[in-house]
């Protein structure tokens, strides 16, 4: 049976800040190697799905190796640019074509965590290293459309590790003065993803900063507390809670939309991942879908219905 669900007064999470940076960029020397800190750490500390947050852990550490190795590729035009800054577009969208430097990443990230990988994922490791490029590119448009129901399950954890190291080469590579602003605001200004979680930032001028968290790229970017990412409604929102899990984190959940996006808080827990401690914290998403809300936002290393 799945834990009660404890509202969250509002005023326990919502305060005042300054003006805050609009946009902050993943750390391409650290930002894998420290997720897969995060991760081990999580699953020492006796987590039920401790072999899967390892695993994960291992997919880390091989992207951190891959994005080491990632070669400089090609910045868009200038043109391209001005014309993303003019109409409000993610510079970086997913609907463009690829370099074929993802599938590099990919043969990086397969070769160091098949060692790691169960009995039971290696023949899908071994399909994925000898599937034909066109084959590879089908799977990564549906990846990048998030469309579940072609995705296949074992694979698209791989799959997602590549292709997030591609973009987070691509974002780092051009720096964050090249993104504007978009005005959709649970879209990510980088690359049009979806967001993934909200974390509130401890390394911020102004502490307790909210910042969702890209699911691609791994940019984050300001949006206000209090506001629903996906309808931006703000007299419905509550905070819901498992009793007895985790303080770090909470549901933010919109009575309007019936959507909810996790939120984690760096003050309780500096060290925390949004990607990993989402993954340590689904006892939570089974708690809010029977409460009957949906989730708002995917984690590439989670497809609904297989974990």
């Keep these: 049976m799945a834990s009660p669900i404890r509202i969250v007064p509002q005023g326990e999470i919502a305060r005042g800040s300054s003006e805050p940076p609009v946009l902050r960029l993943p750390k391409p020397e650290s930002c894998f190697a420290e997720r897969a800190a995060r991760l081990r750490v999580l699953a020492e500390r006796g987590h039920s799905n401790a072999d899967f947050l390892r695993l994960i852990a291992a997919v880390a550490d091989a992207q951190q190796a891959a994005l080491v190795a990632h070669p400089a590729v090609a910045d868009p035009t200038r043109e391209r640019q001005e014309l ?15 370099d074929p430097a993802w599938r590099d990443a990919l043969g990086t990230i397969l070769a160091r965590a ?8 290696r023949p899908t490791l071994r399909q994925l290293r000898h599937e034909a490029p066109e084959g590879l590119e089908a799977a990564a448009t549906d990846f ?6 072609n995705l296949d399950p074992a694979a ?3 799959l997602a590790a590549a292709l997030q190291v ?6 780092t590579q051009l720096g964050q003065q090249a993104f504007g602003r978009l005005d959709v605001p649970n879209l990510c200004p980088v690359c049009g993803s979806p967001a993934l979680a909200s974390v509130l930032r401890i390394d911020v001028p102004a502490p307790g900063t909210r910042y969702l968290h890209c699911a691609l790229c791994g940019a984050e970017w300001h949006l206000g507390r209090g506001q629903c990412t996906h309808c931006e409604a703000r007299e419905k929102v509550a905070y819901l809670h498992v009793e007895g ?9 919109c009575d309007e939309c019936k959507t909810y996006l996790k939120i ?3 003050e309780r827990d500096p060290l925390v991942d949004p990607v990993a401690d989402d993954l340590a914290t689904l006892a939570l998403d089974v708690s809010l879908d029977e409460a009957g ?13 297989q974990v």
């Design 84 to 98: 993303a800054r003019t109409h409000g577009l993610p510079l970086l969208g997913t609907d463009r074509e690829r």
């Design 114 to 121: 098949e060692p790691r990988a169960p009995e039971v994922l």
């Design 144 to 149: 990048l459309a998030w469309d579940y129901p």
């Design 156 to 158: 698209a954890p791989f």
């Design 166 to 171: 591609h973009w987070v080469r691509r974002a």
């Design 245 to 253: 899990g985790s303080e770090v984190v909470k549901a933010e959940a």
């Design 264 to 266: 984690f808080n760096a």
């Design 293 to 305: 809300y949906e989730r708002g936002g995917p984690n590439p290393f989670f497809i609904p219905g």
